[in-house]
Each structure stands twice: as C-alpha cells, then as structure tokens.
C-alpha cells in the first residue's frame, strides 16, 4: 500500500508534470515532423556530413556530425533526421522548467513557462527541422541554468561543465559568442563581478577555447570564410528591420499571448526584490536586444534566449496570483495559452494538408506573398515553401541526363545555383544514378569541382547569356515547375552546355558565392 501511495506521490509529482509537458513537445514533433518535405537547408547538411571538416563557410561543424550520426543510427527518413530537434526541443521544456524551480516557481509557475515554450511558432518550427537553430536555444538556456545555479549555491566548479556546454555550444553556433559576451557584460553590471575573481570560471573559459579551437584553426587556414560570407549578407541586404520592427518580430515568434510572461520575466530581473540576485540575466537580454538592432540582426537572432524571460516571467505571474488570492486565474491562463496555440500551431507545425494550410493562413490573414529580405514569397511563406520542389528539380534533371548519349553522361557534370539545388542532386540523385553536383555556394565552393572537366555541364537555371560566355553550345532542355517551392526554384530553366571554353579549374574562382 504503501508503495502503491509512493509511485502515485511521484507520478503527480511536480517533476513528474515537467517531464509530461517535455513528452508533449516530443510528441508534437515525433507526430507532424514528416509532413511536407525536405526543408532545403536539411539536404546542405546532409552533404555537409558527407564532408565532414571542422568548418563550413556558413557554419559551425556540429550540425554536420549530426546529421551524419542521424543516418548512421536512424537512416534518411523524414522522422529520421528531425529526431534529434525534437529531443532538443524536448530538452528546452524540461530546462526551462527546472530554471523555474531555482526561481522559487511551483507548479503552476512549471507549466505556464513550459507551455510558453511549447507554444511559441519560433521554436514550433525550429524543432520541426534539422537545423542549428534548433539546438540553439538548449545551449543558451543550459548556460543560464548553470549559471543560475553557480549564483544561488556558490558552486564556482560548475564553471567547468558551463566551458564544456558553451564550447559545444560554438561548436553548433557562433551565436553562442553573442549570449557570452551579454551575459559575462551582465554579470559585470551587478555585484557578481566578482565572480571573476575565481579561478573556475577562468578555467572554464579555456575549456571552451579548447573545444572552440579547432574551428578557429579551420577559419584561419581557409581564410576566414565566414567573416567574408557576414559582409556579404550585410552589404546585400534590401531590407532593414526598425527597432520597432525588430521587437514586433519578437512578439510574433514567441506567441502574442505569451508577451505579458516575458515581460513579466523581464520585470522579474530587473526590478524586483524576489530577482535581485539573477539580476544579471536581465541585463544579458537587454545587451543581446541592443546588440542585434545595432548590427541589424535578422529578428529570430534573439529567440534563443527567451525561455530563460518565460521562467522568471511565469514565476513573477504566480506570485501576483497568490498574493492576490486569485486561484481561478491559473486555469483561465492556462487555458488560454492551450487555445492560443492551438489557433497558431499550423504556422509553424506541419500538421495541415498543404491546400488546407493555404486556406487556413488566408482565414487567418496571413497573407501569401509577403517580402523576405531578399525573396517575394509565393503560394506558402519560405519556411514551407523551401520544403517543396527538391524531388522535381532532381526528377528533371534526371530526365535531362537521361537523354544524353552514355559518352557524354560518362563526363557530365550538374551546376546548381545554389545549396539547396546541390544538395537536392546529391540526395535525391543517387536513385536516378546521377553525377554529384557542384556549385559556387557556400561550402560547395571549398569542394571544388570533384575532378570533372566541365566539358558537358548541366547547369540548373541562371541566364542562357551568361552560360554562353563559358560555353560554346548552349542548349536550353528543360523547365522545371515546382507550384509550391519559392518563385525563383519555380519555372526554373535547365541547361545542357558543351564545348567550355576554359579549363574548369580556372574558371572555378569566378563561381565564388557567399551569401
């Protein structure tokens, strides 16, 4: 008896409650994450783990290794290589959870910052593809929940395991340079400082150079491709976000209805006596929103860092709540946050038939061909719509290279404009046996031609004008229409070109691309 009563204390437990919300966010993933397609940057990545490096033009190594251990141990299903983002969205509730406790939250407080989380379209999506993104925002809240935990207990040997997850974390993302820098500024501007004066923290900051290094190594042999690729974005950018705009874009990603929570959560730090002693971790918001208005950072750059705004925040509401005596609210919030998400979730979670989707978004005003910074978006925003036509491109090209005679397919070669061309030919290509791609785009470029000649080429899209400058016939073979996929992979010529005019090798410097 008394071990029945013990097994029921603990699976009503507090934790245990934690642990059902982090299996709902699994379980959302695991049930929607195969719906629609490839998401493009997901077929680059999995190239990227064909090459592996301790550097890529564009990114960190991390996610390469990932999505080749993903195949290894699960292969290159859909649900394949999207379980690890939902493990780690997973992991973001329990963390953002666990952040609460320390905070002096209950349960009610577990479940309001919980549901922030699983609610919120930015790491709705994210969790849904293989992306850095997605394993993000878990290394910045680990950081804040170790160093919460150094702060309140006086454990400075914790400073050992904060070096080895932010050097991880670098390992995923440069952006966890950024949340460092805020947060050692943050403790700067509060009396921890004198944290500092520790040896421990020392040390662990050498860990994570350590772990950092190689990939310092690689950009300075290589160099320093990803500043050169950093300056492109800047100076071709079309379009600059408002500060004004820039903070509206953070009450989109993180849910409307979860706004009051984080900047309660703000409030919590920074104002109140009960936050006094985190001070530090509203400072560390405040830098990182600054900083990323003052660079022009793109509006999800900040999103990492609000469960850490939804744990303070969600205890700061409980404690209103009790004070006040208003129990009935903790329902109402609750149940509102449920419904709000649930209106929400289909922008960001494949659960919809695509056309449903479609009529859906227009119900809810979210109107079709709204402009990126770079793109006019068509039928779907980019998000889904970099899910659609990578099956069709590689299709047509097949059928291009089919009607080549045997001698020209023995030395053909496929051009793609861009990564998620490349990486479509290479994925999908194998079954139609076609030649690896090459590209001037982003990594594709330090991977060079592959030895080909380029005397029979199969350049997908791009101009016939501009072809004819390195080639002497130049045939257009096909067109390839994709009604979903972004308008500039839809309508998408297809080339045959021989006779180049200039070894490929010499030409190669000019197809350069980082952007």
Known sequence: ?????????????????????????????????????????????????????????????????????????????LFALRFFPAVAGALL????????????????????????????????FMHTILTMNAFEPLFWMLCAYLTILIVKNEKPK???LFGLVAGIGLMNKHSMLFFGFALIAGLLLTPFRRIF????????????????????????????PTIELLRNVETSKNYLASPFEFFGGQIVL?????????????????????????????????????????????????????????????????????????????????????????????LALPVLPIETFIRYANFLGVREGVR????????LPQHY???????????????VYASLSPEEQAKCVVFAQNFGEAGAIDFFGRAYHLPQAISGHQNYYLWGTKGYSGEVTIIIGGKM??????????????????????????????????AIKAPLNSIWPQVKHYN
């Open 254 to 346: 993180m849910h409307p209805l979860t706004l009051p929570v984080w900047l309660a959560g703000l409030y919590f730090y920074l104002v109140s006596e009960r936050g006094k002693q985190f001070r530090f971790l509203g400072w560390t918001y405040l830098i990182l929103l600054v900083v990323f208005i003052v660079l022009h950072g793109k509006v999800y750059y900040l999103a990492p860092v609000y469960p850490m705004l939804f744990a303070s925040g969600a205890v700061a509401i409980q404690n209103v709540v009790e004070q006040h005596r208003r129990r009935w609210l903790k329902p109402a919030i609750v149940s509102v946050l449920i419904a709000g998400g649930i209106v929400i979730a289909p």
């Open 93 to 124: 509730v329990l963390i953002t959870g666990l952040m609460v406790r320390e905070l002096g939250g209950n349960r009610f407080a577990q479940v309001l910052a919980a549901l922030c989380v699983i609610i919120a379209p930015a790491y709705l």
């Open 1 to 77: 008896m008394r071990k029945r009563l013990l097994s029921r204390q603990l699976l009503l437990s507090d934790m245990a409650v934690l642990y059902y919300l982090a299996a709902l966010k699994l379980a959302l993933h695991f049930l929607t994450n195969s719906q629609y397609g490839y998401f493009r940057d997901e077929l680059y990545y999995i190239d990227c783990g064909e090459h592996l490096d301790w550097g890529y033009v564009d990114q960190s190594p991390l996610i390469a290794v990932v999505a080749k251990a993903t195949r290894v141990l699960l292969g290159d299903s």
């Open 465 to 498: 004008e501009d072809h004819q400058k390195v080639f002497s016939q130049v045939e257009e073979a096909a067109i390839i229409t994709s009604e979903y996929a972004m308008p500039y992979e839809n309508n998408l010529p297809v080339y045959v070109c021989r």
């Open 197 to 224: 004066l520790s040896r421990w923290v020392w040390l662990g900051g050498l860990i994570a150079f350590l772990i950092f290094l190689p990939n310092i190594i690689w950009q300075i042999k290589h160099g320093f």
């Open 158 to 160: 914790f400073w050992l």
């Open 385 to 399: 719509a970099d899910m659609f036509g990578w099956e069709n491109i590689t299709a047509t090209v097949a059928r």
């Open 372 to 379: 990126t910074e770079k793109h006019e978006v068509g039928r």
